[in-house]
Structures are given as C-alpha cells and as structure tokens.
C-alpha cells in the first residue's frame, strides 16, 4: 500500500517546482541537473489511482462512509481535492465504490479453501480469514452490511451481493459439487448469513469471544445444519456422509454428528 509518505502534497502529479531565488535556496548553475526534492515519488496514473482508493478503503475501514469527507481522503493521500476529482469525477461516491469494489475483491480472495487438512480444519481455515477481513475493515464491515449507509446503493448492494455469490460457489466446490439441489444450496446460503450476522454481533459485542473459537463454533453450526437438512435431502446426506469420512473418527465433527443422533426428545 502506498504511503503519504512517498508522495509530495500538492495540486498535481507533475515534477517538483525549482525553488525561486527569493526564498534563499540556492539554484544549481545553468546546465547542471537539478535535484529533485528528498523522498519524491512520481505516480503514474495508475498508482496515483490505486493509492486514493487504499488511503480511502483505509479510511472506510475504520470510520463509516458518512464519516469521511472527499478532504480527509485528499489530506491522508497528501493530495488535493481537485487532484482527486481528477481521478473520481463522481465525488466521495465513486470513490468510496471503488473502495468497497477492491475491499470485495481481498475478501473473496480470503475464502479460497487450504489444500491441507480434513474438511472442517479447512473451513476453520478460511473462516479465520474471514474474521481477519472483519477485525481490520470493522466500521466499515458494519455499515455495510447493516445497510442505511448514507453511501448504499444499487451498485454497493450488488458489489456486497457478488461476495455472498461467490461465497456460494466456493462453499459448493469445497464439497465437491458442480450442481447443487435446492435445499443444499438453501442450507449454504442460510449458514453465510450466520456467518454475517456473528461478524456483526462479534463486533458490538467487542469481540468478547476469541476469534478461534467462534470459527470452531461456525463449523460446528455447518455440520449441525447439514445433518438436520440430511434428514429431508439426500443429496445433503451424501455430501455430509462424504465429508465425514475424510474427518477422524474420534474428531470434533465426527463426535458432534453422534451427539445430534443420540438427542431425545420427550420420552
């Protein structure tokens, strides 16, 4: 991530202004190459581009969207408002889309599943990514997916919904699947969404359970949800069946599915 730092605050992206001779800062002789200042850095557009958007998304992660100003953005990037409508034309608005477009982009990257482990150490895995997402973007995770955000739109609502798509699909592929019936595909969608509404209370909540045990309990709630949806589908059955196999016969989802089977209701 580029930093202020690097970068010279002023109203463009061009080569350092020379000093003039008034202010008392000597001028190298005519013809000789003059220095440019210490630790300036031209942009391309490109990088000029890319580092608004993470000064922004930066931003974004700790305050909400209606809590940050076009300005705040142009001072963290050590840039000029005008700079930044250059490269935003649509305002704090576009920005902040271009913002939530790269933030959904790491998150979806987060949920690619380990190669190693059995199943449910693998979804523990990627789980632990998740909530790593959470705890350093937690403002702006919350406003986000509690909605009402001044900043919400259309655009903002479909960026969020592209991520529980393809949250969808790799869940899916985690279990083997090309296609999925409607209830297995109803039972991954409701597990996502507890999986947002935990991040959501684990954040008011200040975080009070460690982050390791609440993805141990995720997966737990996956693999409880999955037996119950086993009961009227079979093909839930079979992936459960599946997984369960690859799992140790004395391990935490093997020993969880036997305590499910051994409950009685009434006598």
């Known amino acids: 991530m580029a930093t202020s730092s690097a970068i010279t605050p002023g109203a463009g992206d061009g080569a350092p202004r020379s000093a003039h001779p008034a202010s008392g800062t000597a001028t190298p002789p005519t013809g000789e190459p003059r220095a440019r200042r210490s630790g300036y850095r031209r942009l391309t557009v490109q990088q000029r581009r890319e580092q608004l958007i993470s000064v922004a998304l930066e931003l974004f992660s700790t305050r909400a969207p209606e809590e940050v100003s076009l300005d705040d953005v142009a001072e963290a990037a050590g840039a000029s408002r005008p700079l930044v409508y250059r490269y935003f034309a649509g305002g704090k608005q576009q920005l902040y889309e271009a913002a939530l477009r790269s933030a959904?982009?790491?998150l979806t990257g987060r949920l690619s599943v380990p190669v190693a482990g059995t199943p449910t150490e693998q979804l523990a895995a990627v789980l632990n990514r998740?909530?790593?997402?959470?705890?350093?973007?937690?403002?702006?995770?919350?406003?986000?997916?509690?909605?009402g955000s001044v900043a919400e739109t259309a655009r903002t609502s479909a960026i969020v919904d592209e991520v529980r798509r393809a949250a969808l699909r790799r869940t899916l592929r985690y279990l083997g699947l090309r296609e999925a019936g409607p209830r297995l595909t109803l039972l991954v969608r409701v597990w996502i969404s507890v999986v947002e509404?935990?991040?959501?209370?684990?954040?008011?909540?200040?975080?009070?359970?460690?982050?390791?045990?609440?993805?141990?309990?995720?997966?737990?709630?996956?693999?409880?949800m999955s037996a119950a949806t086993a009961r009227h589908d079979r093909q839930t059955a079979q992936v459960l069946a599946g997984l369960l196999a690859l799992?140790?016969?004395?391990?935490?989802?093997?020993?969880?599915?036997?305590?499910?089977?051994g409950l009685r209701v009434g006598r």
């Open 197 to 224: 509404a935990s991040a959501l209370s684990w954040l008011d909540e200040g975080r009070q359970i460690p982050q390791d045990s609440l993805c141990a309990w995720l997966v737990d709630e996956f693999v409880a």
């Open 130 to 147: 998740y909530f790593g997402f959470v705890a350093e973007h937690h403002a702006g995770y919350a406003a986000l997916l509690r909605g």
């Open 104 to 106: 959904a982009e790491e």
């Open 247 to 261: 799992e140790a016969a004395d391990g935490p989802a093997a020993v969880l599915v036997a305590q499910l089977r």
